[in-house]
């Protein structure tokens, strides 16, 4: 289920969530801020359950992003990509998250999914096949924006 949607017109604008959790050392998250800094605005972060001053741990969401519009739908950033070797990063280290259900349950057929990309730097494109990896297959009428 989408977790949340807007639309304007014509358009649909769908959050699909990939991750969600809590991530240790707060101000780690924002280089140059400081516990002060945090305190300042605790009513807001307390409050909204993104921040505990306690444990200095903060929740933070990873999202993808669907825009339909005219008979296309776009996938905007395909969120932390499952299964990667991230040694440096445990709380992401072979992360597997219920991602492309999420995004299947958002009206995106799996077959149509993880459609990379092309440029440099970026990670996307891979599909699970069992134990090993590969690269997704791409749509016949896959378009990729240019420039």
């Not at 932390?80 to 072979?94: D, Q």
């Not at 995106?108 to 996307?124: K, N, S, T, Y």
């Amino acid at each position: 289920m989408p977790a949340f949607e807007y639309a304007l017109e014509d358009t649909r604008i769908t959050a699909v969530l990939d991750w969600v959790g809590e991530v240790p050392h707060a101000q780690r998250l924002l280089p140059g801020t400081t516990r002060v800094d945090w305190e300042r605005h605790q009513d807001l972060l307390v409050g909204g359950r993104l921040w505990d001053p306690v444990t200095d741990r903060r929740v933070v969401s990873v999202f993808s992003w669907l825009v339909r519009i005219g008979g296309l739908t776009i996938v905007i950033d395909t969120g932390a990509g499952n299964g990667k070797n991230r040694p440096g990063s445990p709380l992401f280290h072979h992360l597997s998250t219920g991602y492309l259900d999420n995004l299947a349950n958002a009206g995106v057929p799996r077959r149509r999914a993880v459609v990379p990309a092309p440029g440099p730097g970026l990670g996307g494109g891979v599909r699970s096949t069992g134990a090993a990896r590969a690269p997704a297959e791409r749509p016949s009428d896959a378009r990729f924006p240019v420039g």
